[in-house]
């Protein structure tokens, strides 16, 4: 029988997590995609704000060949992320574990792509063109988006490989309890 999720406070957050990282991914990080004309002007002003504050060299050259890299993370979002957001979401709602190895993948790439984006903001040529407001301003952005998903990483690893172990336990006992139903048998005949 699923538990509630309002029994499993950290589900409860992972849940509210992903959700605003969807909505994040989609109207924040996917205006790089998508034509100027059908973005919201209240979502470009959103947008804007941000790089203005930020001076994010990353999302405000998301498209620029020098960070091609950077370009792989933005469609890796948009073609993995987002699909995870709403699958894992949905697994923790129903308190489903067929659904962990799907937050693992989530959480090791978001894990690892923002790091990198804090590294080239923190000790790349473009650290020289930051004030220390706005890498402040980048760090209190990204980190959430790094340490948030490590934490969910490590978690779902220790559910997933807790439930394995579980499994590998059961089969073994219940191999021994042939064997020794087998045995008995042997005995009586």
């Known amino acids: 029988m699923p538990r509630s999720l309002t029994s499993r406070p950290a589900d409860l957050a992972y849940v509210v997590f992903l959700v605003l990282h969807l909505f994040a991914s989609l109207l924040i990080d996917g205006q790089a995609f998508y034509p100027a004309s059908l973005v919201p002007q209240a979502l470009k002003s959103v947008r804007s704000d941000y790089l203005r504050d930020s001076r994010d060299p990353l999302l405000g050259n998301a498209l620029h060949p020098r960070y091609a890299w950077f370009t792989l ?21 129903r308190d489903d574990a067929r659904f962990y190895p799907i937050i693992i993948a989530y959480a090791s790439w ?80």
Request: glycine share 6%.
């Open 73 to 93: 993370c933005l469609v890796a979002e948009m073609v993995v992320q987002v699909p995870a957001f709403i699958a894992g979401a949905y697994g923790l709602i």
């Open 110 to 189: 978001a894990t690892l792509s923002t790091a990198e984006c804090m590294v080239t903001v923190l000790f790349g040529d473009e650290r020289k063109q930051l004030s220390h407001d706005n890498l402040r301003f980048l760090l209190s952005s990204y980190g959430p988006f790094t340490i948030i998903p490590a934490i969910m990483l490590v978690d779902f690893i220790i559910r997933t490989s807790s439930i394995l172990g579980s499994t590998q336990v059961a089969e073994k006992n219940k191999m021994v309890l042939k064997q020794k139903l087998g045995e008995s048998r042997k005995l009586s005949n």
